[in-house]
């Protein structure tokens, strides 16, 4: 009789990579929102490089250890970091027009949507994830409410809210390592 063949995987966890990715890329961005700088070129650094390609690779990375919902959370986070990115700099090189609000608000609204049910798969999930997503959800949809109506209040508010979702994932990334 033969022994089946067992092997174990030795590789890192990469969840907390994109995790800590998501948190303070958000953190900074919100930080921005909430009104205490203005968006320069290290949000926007921080949007390619660690919100976009480290989440990128980590969703590659979690596909690979069999995490679908890994895989689909942290690819889809890591492409909005690169889109926002795009979005925001594209006009200024002559690629494209700037977005009006109502585009942007759509925008940030199907995130929003596709987060419901990202969020519904968390259920599942312990708490601090339900938590995560849940106030991802909620900012989203702050963020779609401020850039269609201009309220500045409600933007604020969504920053401050975006300041806690990030820091909620900063927490669950550094929790895993």
């Known amino acids: 009789m033969e022994t089946p063949l067992v092997l174990k995987d030795l590789t890192a966890n990469p969840a907390p990579l994109g995790l800590l990715g998501f948190g303070l890329t958000t953190i900074l961005l919100n ?14 650094a921080m949007g390619i490089f660690y919100g976009g390609i480290a989440q990128v690779i980590v969703g590659i990375m979690e596909w690979q250890k069999g995490n679908t919902f890994g895989m689909t959370a942290f690819c889809s986070f890591g492409l909005f970091w690169i889109t926002f990115v795009a979005l925001t700099v594209f006009p200024s090189l002559g690629i494209g027009e700037k977005n009006s609000a109502v585009a942007m608000a759509a925008f940030l ?7 419901i049910g990202m969020t519904m798969k968390t259920l599942k999930m312990n708490r601090l994830m339900q938590f995560i997503f849940g106030s991802a959800t909620l900012l989203f949809f702050l963020l779609a409410i401020a850039t269609l109506t201009g309220n500045a209040v409600v933007h604020q508010i969504a920053g401050i809210e975006g300041v806690i979702c990030g820091a909620s994932a900063m927490y669950a990334g550094v929790k895993q390592l």
């Open 109 to 115: 609204a199907v995130w929003g949507v596709l987060l």
């Open 31 to 44: 930080m921005h929102n909430a009104g205490l700088f203005a968006l320069g070129s290290m949000i926007l």
